[in-house]
């Protein structure tokens, strides 16, 4: 948690988006059978050059592979490009890795092309991440799905955990609807882990980012949860919102307090000793209110 004003801003949420790769899901790699020694370096190359949670799933799977003792190989002129994939040059050739329509191929998922070969698909099966169905379930406002990956992923996603989702989103895509939600009057909590999430990480009005999180979205984050689960997330909700009401409840504990006291003072009818002893009350009172807080859950 940032600061106060953060636990102040999750408590006024009315609206959950959430990624998906990486934040919702697990990714994992399928490396081809028939990816040779020299196709092997260039992606284990460019997906080291990622930050995308598909490229480090890729790394560990190349690594497993039966080719990983291959030698790395130099690429020139690496840019990631958000949404899309990371391309780069080799041996005077622009090798790509990311979205298959990105690298003008017939598939929509991962996929890798060395100058004006084919294409290679790389089969990228995901798991649900520990807790998310407990945190769906747990978390009592309206959620949705914004993610940059295909149709068929994002639907399949759709039937597993019941939420609308809206696939083949651009960073500015989900800048735009951010804002679509906050011109209507909602106060969204944006969920998120990559670098297609920073902008509207940094936009929501309040944000959580798992502790994989790329660390340009940690940052951007007003809170990143350190466990690998978001069983936790409601939680933390709800630990926000009490914190919000019982901190009105001691603003007005005071209130009284003061409303009381500073009359009978001014009417000269408090004694030190009183005055002492009303104030030592009214600040155990706020403290024994505040220890209400032990008891969220």
Not at 45 to 71: C, F, I
Not at 177 to 189: D, S, T, Y
Request: aromatic share 4%.
């Amino acid at each position: 948690m940032r600061n106060a004003t953060a636990l102040e801003r999750l408590a006024e949420v009315t609206h959950v988006v959430f990624d998906k790769t990486g934040t919702l899901t697990v990714p994992a790699v399928v490396v081809p059978s028939s990816l040779d020694a020299s196709e092997h370096a260039v992606a284990k190359a460019l997906a080291e050059a990622s930050h995308h949670p598909l490229s480090r799933a890729l790394v560990k799977s190349l690594a497993d592979n039966d080719l990983a003792e291959n030698d790395a190989v130099t690429l020139d002129a690496v840019e990631e490009v958000p949404g899309q994939g990371v391309t780069a040059q080799y041996r005077g050739e622009t090798v790509r890795l990311g979205r298959g329509p990105w690298l003008d191929a017939p598939f929509a998922g991962l996929g890798l092309r060395i100058g004006t070969a084919p294409a290679i698909q790389f089969e990228a099966p995901e798991t649900l991440r520990d807790g998310v169905r407990d945190a769906l379930q747990g978390i009592d406002l309206p959620c949705e799905v914004l993610t940059g990956d295909a149709d068929a992923p994002a639907h399949a996603l759709a039937a597993q955990i019941g939420l609308p989702v809206t696939a083949n989103a651009r960073p500015q895509d989900k800048l735009d609807r951010l804002h679509a939600l906050a011109a209507k009057g909602e106060k969204v909590l944006m969920v998120g882990d990559g670098l297609n999430d920073t902008a509207a990480l940094a936009a929501a009005h309040a944000s959580i980012a798992p502790a994989k999180a790329l660390e340009a979205s940690r940052s951007a984050a007003d809170v990143v949860v350190l466990k690998d689960s978001f069983a936790d997330l409601p939680m933390v909700l709800r630990v926000a919102r009490a914190t919000r009401a019982l901190s009105k409840q001691n603003f007005a504990i005071a209130a009284v307090y003061n409303c009381i006291a500073i009359p009978v003072a001014l009417a000269g009818f408090a004694t030190p000793l009183a005055a002492a002893l009303a104030m030592s009350a009214s600040s155990i009172t706020v403290l024994l209110n505040s220890q209400r807080m032990r008891y969220v859950r």
